[in-house]
């Protein structure tokens, strides 16, 4: 059974500085991993998406990678500012359009 | 494209009532998703359809939920009766299949908050 895990769960940094999100999967068997990041009370929106045979995407201060054979992703951050604040969830495609979410890592930058 | 849109937005009710979400996705899209969000399991994908024909339904949790899809424009989700434990937040996403730069891409609905009392 596939299990998708984020760490950390949650994680408080000064404006400015480069962070990196980690999300791991247990069944390298996947389809493509997505990012999400969702804001209090508000519903999901789509970061970056790597099929299975990408190793990364970027777009603008964000960059993911994608190391199926290990079963890791990274969501990297540059520059962080208070307004990237909110949770972020790494999202696995694995039999049909079937998807699995990790629990997220909420994310607090301080001005 | 104004987005995938659901109804209500929020609901309260009381234990045993029926209860019916609603979702119009984005057009042109052919694949609908049904997840439910609560702190204590996170996001869980309940059901998914392609061209108006479910899937999986194997994340519907008990036989008081139903979805339908009668056309690519809406869907619904009903849980009759409801209970205390359906409270959550239940999100519709759709995406399409079609090979062009947001290939699979699921984009979200902003959710609908239920409690059950």
């Known amino acids: 059974k596939q299990e998708v895990t984020q760490i950390p769960a949650a994680l408080s940094v000064p404006e400015g500085e480069n962070l990196v999100l980690n999300c791991s999967f247990t069944d390298s068997a996947i389809y493509n991993l997505q990012w999400f990041r969702q804001d209090p009370g508000k519903g999901l929106t789509s970061l970056l998406l790597i099929q299975s045979s990408q190793r990364e995407q970027t777009s603008g201060r964000l960059n993911a990678s994608l190391d199926k054979s290990s079963g890791r992703s990274t969501l990297y951050i540059a520059a962080s500012q208070p307004g990237d604040s909110a949770t972020y969830l790494c999202?696995?495609?694995?039999?049909?359009?079937?998807?699995?979410f990790g629990a997220g890592t909420r994310l607090f930058v301080k001005a | 494209d104004a987005g995938v849109i659901q109804s209500p937005r929020h609901e309260v009710t009381e234990m045993g009532q029926e209860v019916t979400l609603r979702c119009k996705p984005i057009s042109g899209h052919d694949y609908l998703f049904w997840y439910r969000q609560t702190m204590m399991r996170g996001l869980e994908l309940l059901i998914y359809f392609n061209n108006n024909v479910p899937i999986d339904d194997s994340g519907m949790p008990e036989d008081r939920f139903s979805a339908k899809m009668p056309n690519a424009s809406f869907s619904t989700l009903k849980i009759q009766p409801s209970e205390p434990r359906d409270s959550a937040v239940y999100f519709c996403a759709s995406s399409s299949s079609r090979a062009d730069a947001n290939q699979e891409t699921q984009y979200f609905g902003p959710g609908t908050r239920l409690l059950v009392l």
């Open positions: 999202a696995v495609r694995i039999g049909g359009f079937k998807t699995i």
